[in-house]
């Protein structure tokens, strides 16, 4: 079993910047792919960004040019910079991780709060 804790959450201004961690623990294969989801009030759980084991990056195109994914695959630990931040941005952020080959398994952490306002 696989368990993801989060943390960095938090309340700032239009602007300013947070930095989420997540850390995953438990029974891991390697090759699993971290990222990030977000869920605001009344709207469906979306994709904010993802980060292959590889180091390979994928964003959401509304923060592709101000937030910034990245992984320590010895720490098995993932981090989301987020800059510039916008009231748009407020939500719950969720830790995801997946891996797609033998033996498949997915997790979910249990959500931090990311509030922007003025």
């Known amino acids: 079993q696989v368990q993801l804790v989060e943390s960095g959450g938090g309340l700032v201004h239009p602007g300013e910047s947070l930095r989420l961690s997540c850390a995953a623990s438990?029974?891991?294969?390697?090759?699993?792919?971290m990222g990030w989801y977000r869920q605001a009030p009344g709207k469906q759980r979306e994709l904010v960004a993802t980060i292959t084991s590889g180091g390979n990056t994928n964003y959401a195109d509304s923060v592709e040019d101000r937030f910034t994914i990245t992984r320590d695959n010895r720490k098995n630990t993932v981090w989301l910079q987020m800059d510039n931040l916008k009231p748009e941005d407020t939500a719950v952020y969720y830790c995801?991780?997946?891996?797609?080959?033998?033996?498949?398994?997915?997790?979910w952490g249990r959500g931090t709060q990311v509030t922007v306002s003025s």
């Open positions: 438990g029974r891991l294969f390697g090759a699993e792919t």
């Open positions: 995801n991780l997946k891996r797609s080959y033998t033996p498949t398994y997915s997790a």
